[in-house]
């Protein structure tokens, strides 16, 4: 084991990073404990303004200062048709900040763990896209997250990438509480139902991330919820669980245009996790209605 203790979370005011934070800190979630090693690890857990990751000196800095055994990188640019106005903030963020992180903990030996997403591929594909299967992004976020990944993989010998989908939690802005609260407003809504993809309850993320982080099972994964849904199915499913009564219209992509493509089927198989240390991702309606009995205020 090394001696190094402190577990660094970027971005840990934002929806990934508030769960995982608060999962590391307790040492037990929904899905059960976290093992006993955790005992030894101090988490340190930076917001944007603690920790610039587009800044490498200051990376330097406090990795200096921390000595991390491990990095977990859940900072990001993650507003999809931002991205394609703001072309340079999204590589900066995106590519370069993973870049400095992955340069800075291989000079400190340390692991990183770096979190990226579905919009890599292109969606074209009906099957489900395994770890192997050739990337093909087609917004600036997508080519922004994929350049972020080989950087990882250029840089630094301990890396683990974990791509997600749909991702929701309790804390930022996510499609589960913009369903909520359009629903509640409005009472009828439109929801796309030719995008398929797999919702992903971010304590499942933040579980597969702590399985992870004390192996050396290093690599890229796939980690998703598991089955898959449109937007319109998983829209119906909110109200569903949360017992709100209002209308969900089925529209197609082509009626509500936004300003990055989306891909059509988003589907991730868990495939390495399987191979590894186990695919802990529940059935996305199941992880749901966890979310809803969890505490989720709508
Ligand atoms: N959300 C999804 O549906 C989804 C799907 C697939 C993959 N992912 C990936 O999952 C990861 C976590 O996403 P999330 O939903 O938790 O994102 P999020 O809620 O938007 O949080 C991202 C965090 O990154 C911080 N950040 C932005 N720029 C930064 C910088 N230069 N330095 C340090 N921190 C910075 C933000 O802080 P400020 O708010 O202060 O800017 C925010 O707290 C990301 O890598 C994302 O690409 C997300």
Redesign the pocket.
Known sequence: MDSRKNIII????????TELTKMLKSKTSELGSLPAIYDQFDIVSL???E????NLEHVSKILEEKQPYAVV??????DVDGCEDEKDKAF???AL?PRNLAIVCERKRAKLIH?????VFDGEEKEKRIECDVINPKSVYGAS?ALGEEYVRSFCSRWYIL???????Y??K?FVNTIIKAAKENGVLNVVDDQIGSPTN?VDLAYAICKLLITQEYGLYHCSGNGECSWYEFACEILNVFGIDAKINPCKSSEYKRKAKRPKFSNLDNFMLRLTVGDCFRDWKQALSAFCNNGYKS
Do not use: E, F
């Open positions: 970027t971005g840990g005011n934002g929806c990934l990073g917001a944007s303004y920790l610039d990751i587009t990188n859940c900072a990001a640019y993650t900066k963020v995106n900040g979190i990226s997403t579905d919009y997250k791509r997600t989908s749909w991702l929701y939690g804390h930022g996510n971010a």
